[in-house]
Every structure is written in C-alpha cells, then in structure tokens.
C-alpha cells in the first residue's frame, strides 16, 4: 500500500526565510505527486504537481519541489516566504494505475512577520 | 469557489440523530470522493465514485452511507454517529482519465461534531 511521510508536523519561520517542507513516498511504481495548500478556513487548493518530465516543477506563488525519484521524495521548497504563506501544507502521491490521492499528515506553517 | 459545493458548512449533530452530508460539482466530473480530515491524521480517503458506481468503501463504519444519484452530486448519510467521528468532511472530484494529471478538485468540507 501507499503511503506518505510528512517529518514536520510544526515549521515556524519568519518573513523571508527560506522553506523547505520534506515528503517521502513509499511505493514501487511509477507515481504521480503533488503538494496542496489548505489556508486557515479554505478550502484544499493544487499548489503544484509532478506528472512527469523535468523532476524540478514550479507551482503557484513562488513555490517549487524537487521529485528525486531515487530517495522517494517530493520536498516543498520557497526561497523566501510571506506571512500570507500560514497554512497547512498536504503531500499526496497518486500511482498512475489507479486515480487514488493518498496524502501524508500535513505540515503546519506559521509565518510570522 | 471552487467549483465543488458542499452544505452544510458546519452540523453539530446527536449520537441519535440522523443528518446528511451534501456535495455538489459544477466542472462536469465523473469521479466524486469523500474524504475525513482529523487532527494529526492523514486525509481518509472514505469513499470512490465512479460514474456514480461505488468503486470504493475504505473499511468505513456503517454508520456512514454515501449516496451517489448522478455524476454531480453525492451525499454522505449519517446515523448513530460516535464522538470520535466529528472531523471535517471533505468531498471532491475528478475527471477520469486525467485525474493523474490534475489531481482532486475539493470543496471547503463540513465541520462535523458530535455530541
């Protein structure tokens, strides 16, 4: 079975530090990942995903991840982050065989100005 | 707005009583899902509907009986409901075939409690 690992359950940062929230996957398979972003009372939003190609993607707001399939990770990354960036931050991984998101625990963000 | 509506936003409900969830897609998506957000858990994935076929039930109490009577909306029917099921709910949607593409699309969820 699949499942995702999220180390940091709490990061807190200040402004314009830089981010970098870790996810790792166990699954044999070819894979399809992706990082969403809940903000306090919203909804669940696609910050970015991988489907294939260029393992480095770039996603909303300055946001980026690197798949490096060979340590089964997708880590978050922001050069410099906002306080408009506190949110709580969902790694899911979907193998390409079935349309299953399977998500990790989610990470805290507070940013404080 | 996200294109999935879900009513209603909060429900505090019983161990007795009987309520239901609703979900709503605009994006004309043939795959619907329900989800369980606890604190310090991973997202539950509850339930796939495909086509309104139910292609799975994750091991999920009766209590819950979801209900799917088109491709664009879906129910969750709640009766005799524990404390440790309040949680929020969340239901989404996808297109099949270029789900892995694209990912879910959510709705905002319901804030469940049980009392």
């Known amino acids: 079975a699949q499942s995702v690992s999220q180390h940091n359950h709490h990061v807190i940062l200040s402004e314009a530090a830089s981010l970098e929230l870790g996810c790792n996957y166990s699954?044999?398979?070819?894979?399809?990942l992706f990082w969403y972003v809940q903000y306090p009372g919203q909804h669940l939003q696609l910050l970015l995903k991988?489907?294939?190609?260029?393992?480095l993607v770039k996603g909303i707001k300055g946001f980026e991840a690197e798949f490096i399939k060979s340590k089964f990770s997708f880590n978050l990354r922001k050069p410099s982050v906002q306080w408009s960036d506190t949110a709580e931050y969902f790694c899911a991984v979907m193998n390409t065989g079935f349309q299953k998101l399977v998500f990790g625990t989610g990470t805290r963000l507070l940013v404080s100005p | 707005e996200t294109g999935v509506t879900q009513t209603p936003r909060h429900l505090v409900m019983g161990m007795t009583n009987k309520k239901s969830l609703k979900c709503e897609q605009h994006?004309?998506?043939?795959?619907m899902y329900w989800y369980k957000q606890s604190a310090k858990k991973p997202l539950e994935l509850m339930f796939v509907?495909?086509?309104?076929?139910?292609?799975e039930n994750n091991s999920v109490p009766s209590r819950f009986s979801p209900e799917c009577p088109n491709s664009s909306h879906l129910f969750l029917h709640l009766h005799t409901l524990q404390p440790e099921d309040s949680a929020l709910y969340l239901c989404a949607s996808s297109q099949t075939g270029t789900t892995i593409r694209y990912g879910y699309t959510f709705g905002s969820g319901t804030r469940l409690t049980v009392v």
């Open positions: 509907y495909n086509f309104k076929e139910q292609t």
């Open positions: 699954y044999g398979g070819t894979v399809n």
């Open positions: 994006l004309g998506h043939n795959a």
């Open positions: 991988y489907f294939s190609g260029d393992p």
